[in-house]
């Protein structure tokens, strides 16, 4: 039961990235997942939460620009990143939460588990 993600890479200030997360050994949509960075010397926090429900959460840094979504039917994850800034410069990983009603929308990382190697995003002028 893995994730991986893919589709980091550098961009100019105000440009877009889709990072992807695809899932093996488990069906994806059963669980709330979501999308962490962590920068160097920094804590890991959370982007955005998408639980069983499809319903989502947004950490306020990014309200606005990133959107979190997935295709069940790939057993994908993926973050849609806009208008993106020299802070969004991060390690993005995603994790997995709780199955079901347990899931929820919390955006504190210690609920999540089963991380991915994560994909590097580098935004420069």
């Known amino acids: 039961q893995v994730q991986r993600e893919s589709g980091g890479g550098s961009v100019q200030i105000g440009g877009s990235l889709r990072v992807t997360c695809t899932a093996s050994?488990?069906?994806?949509?059963?669980?709330?997942m979501g999308w962490f960075r962590q920068a160097p010397g920094k804590e890991r926090e959370a982007v955005a939460i998408?639980?069983?429900?499809?319903?989502?959460n947004y950490a306020d840094f990014v309200k606005g620009r990133f959107t979190i979504s997935r295709d069940n039917a790939l057993n994908t994850l993926y973050l849609q990143m806009n208008d993106l800034k020299p802070e969004d410069t991060a390690m993005y990983y995603c994790?997995?939460?709780?199955?079901?009603?347990?899931?929820?929308?919390?955006?504190?990382?210690?609920?999540?588990?089963?991380w991915g190697q994560g994909t590097q995003v580098t935004v420069s002028s």
């Open positions: 994790g997995r939460g709780g199955y079901l009603s347990n899931g929820g929308l919390r955006m504190d990382p210690k609920g999540y588990h089963h």
């Open positions: 050994g488990y069906t994806l949509r059963d669980y709330s």
């Open positions: 998408m639980d069983s429900d499809g319903d989502t």
